[in-house]
């Protein structure tokens, strides 16, 4: 379990076992043990007789190191919660290795407590230790088997949490519905004066949907995510005019790196919805982009707003988590978003790992 | 009738004067483009309606509704909103007392017909309704048939009289209309702490707190040469506040 490869990947808490202290939990245990102590009857018996003999032997005994196990687990919990996968593996195995350890022993006492020394062959006491090793190996055995299962479970069940996760993600990131009734309202005020406009801002929100009822699994250029931050940016421009000035320094960027789409323009509408648009006389919005060779990062800063007496507010938070959750999913390697004021501004930065397109 | 346009957005501004032009018999005294703006044209013109934006930078159009309602003569007021606004559901009953843009002809029309004043306890149903409330930014004390505005970050303390809030500022002391248990609901003691049964102190104004000579205590602000009662019973806790921030 320890060296599994698939740990360091994502996974930072240890905790990928069942709940041990549920109810259903420890009948499935019971199950189990039945199942396994019939597997050991049928293949020892001779006789009818030795069958029940093997069986409700097998059954005591695996039923008090089933639910013993069961017990520690649960009573663990606490103890394996927030370890690494690895140290919750160790003391887990560590665990029930131990519990199969001092059963076993008890059962050669009680053997002897009732038997005496030479009544039972299978306990003789040259046999003693030979019975708590085999008992111990088997264990061993079976609770690495059982914890390896009980992580890929974990894992599979995760990552189709994830998929579908990323899926709502994708969802929540298209955009505003408060963007598109105050474009359409702009809209509706230039189809009179400025009809030019008005047709330039129904293509640019055309093309703004069009892209944001895309498959959000599949990558783009980050060129285009640039085309379609600038349009957004364009509609934008038209309603909040002299107010909103956003400067771009994005020349250096890898223009055919691939990332998911709608990475780049939420943090824009972020910028302008929490920063611009609370400012009377409006601000500039920077956005600088630099390539390192491995990967880029892309900074967005906006002025922050005079401080309302209470800040209520956490929208902001949303958009950055939707979009680490995507990047997360995006590619192998760490992609990185930082956020937070700095000064009086506000900044994001998104660091992407360099995959480009052949 | 004398109509106010209030609105950030200088596109949907025009747009609302050419819908008013099509409608007739209406006259535009006014336009502002944030909510202290509006209070101000509101004062100069004295409009019959306000259309009021509700998400504008500085002071929105929901706080800056609750100063006019305080007025002698309030106009009537009806938001205009793009959406999100749930808080505005509160009003959906009448359904008159807000347009969703794009604006539609007929639904202005009708607004406007019916246009009303809105109560005080309208406005706070809604503000109470509204899930992300934030708190005002300005205190209004009404002096005759004027609203003065007062800057919550220029508040020293708050301090009850029988029927009054008296606002502390540096050189004198004005009265409003809430009460202490509002104010401490809408700010939260991050902004005002409790210090007495009748006071709140500032927390950005305030200085230290003073043992006087016949034991009691008394909290010191910033800008102020009064020392203000502080209770037995909140002097542990401010000064735990004061140790802990």
Request: hydrophobic share 45%.
């Amino acid at each position: 379990m320890a060296s599994d490869p698939m740990a360091d990947q994502h996974d930072t808490h240890g905790n990928y076992l069942p709940d041990f202290c549920s109810g259903q939990m420890v009948l499935t245990i019971v199950l189990v043990a039945e199942f396994v102590a019939l597997v050991l009857a049928l293949s020892q018996y001779s006789t009818p007789q030795e069958f029940w003999l093997v069986l409700a032997r097998a059954s005591l005994f695996l039923l008090w190191i089933g639910l013993g196990s069961a017990a520690l687990l649960c009573a663990a919990r606490n103890a394996l919660n927030g370890r690494s996968t690895t140290a919750a593996s160790a003391l887990a195995g560590g665990l029930l290795v131990g519990n199969t350890a001092i059963i076993s022993l008890a059962a050669l006492a009680l053997a002897k407590y009732f038997f005496g020394d030479a009544q039972n062959a299978l306990l003789q006491p040259q046999h003693a230790g030979i019975f708590l090793l085999r008992n111990v190996t088997i264990c061993a055995i079976v609770s690495a088997l059982l914890l390896r299962y009980f992580y890929v479970t974990h894992q599979w069940r995760r990552n189709v949490e994830l998929q579908a996760l990323s899926r709502i993600s994708a969802l929540q990131a298209r955009i505003r519905p408060h963007f598109l009734f105050n474009s359409l309202n702009t809209i509706a005020s230039l189809t009179r004066d400025k009809p030019s406009l008005a047709e330039q801002a129904v293509e640019d929100l055309a093309d703004l949907f069009r892209s944001s009822l895309a498959d959000a699994s599949i990558k783009i250029h980050l060129k285009e995510e640039l085309e379609m931050t600038r349009m957004y940016q364009r509609i934008e421009e038209l309603r909040l005019g002299e107010r909103l000035h956003v400067v771009w320094d994005v020349d250096d960027l890898p223009m055919r790196a691939l990332v998911p789409g709608l990475c780049i323009q939420p943090l824009l509408e972020n910028a302008i919805y929490h920063g611009i648009e609370n400012l009377p006389g409006g601000g500039t919005i920077t956005i600088t982009g630099r390539d390192y060779g491995n990967g880029f990062d892309i900074d967005i800063r906006n002025p922050l707003p005079p401080r309302p007496p209470t800040p209520t507010r956490s929208g902001n938070q949303i958009a950055l988590k939707n979009i680490r959750q995507r990047l997360a999913l995006a590619y192998d390697r760490p992609a990185k978003i930082n956020a937070g004021p700095e000064g009086d501004e506000y900044r994001v930065t998104l660091w992407i790992p360099k995959v480009e397109s052949a | 009738m004398k109509l106010l346009i209030v609105d950030d957005e200088q596109p949907a501004r025009v747009r609302m004067q050419r819908l008013l032009g099509d409608i007739g018999n209406h006259t535009v005294v006014a336009e502002a483009d944030h909510g202290e703006a509006a209070l101000d044209a509101v004062q100069t013109h004295a409009p019959d309606v306000v259309l009021m934006d509700i998400r504008m930078p500085g002071m929105g159009g929901l706080e800056a509704a609750r100063h006019l309602a305080q007025l002698d003569q309030p106009p009537a007021v009806i938001f205009t909103t793009a959406y999100n606004e749930y808080a505005l559901e509160a009003f959906d009953a009448q359904a008159v007392g807000y347009l969703v843009k794009p604006v539609r002809l007929e639904k202005l029309a009708r607004a406007l017909e019916h246009a009303e004043r809105l109560s005080t306890a309208q406005l706070d149903a809604v503000r109470d309704a509204d899930e992300t409330p934030t708190a005002r930014t300005h205190f209004s004390a009404r002096m005759g048939d004027r609203l003065r505005m007062i800057p919550v970050e220029q508040a020293l303390y708050l301090q009850a009289d029988q029927k009054y809030v008296a606002v502390g500022l540096p050189d004198e002391e004005v009265l409003i209309d809430d009460s202490l248990k509002s104010i401490e609901a809408e700010f939260g003691s991050d902004v005002f702490f409790r210090i007495h049964r009748n006071a709140l102190v500032a927390v950005a104004h305030l200085r230290g707190v003073e043992k006087r000579r016949d034991g009691t205590i008394g909290a010191l602000v910033h800008g102020s040469d009064k020392s203000l009662d502080v209770s037995r019973r909140h002097a542990a806790e401010l000064r735990r506040f004061i140790r802990g921030g």
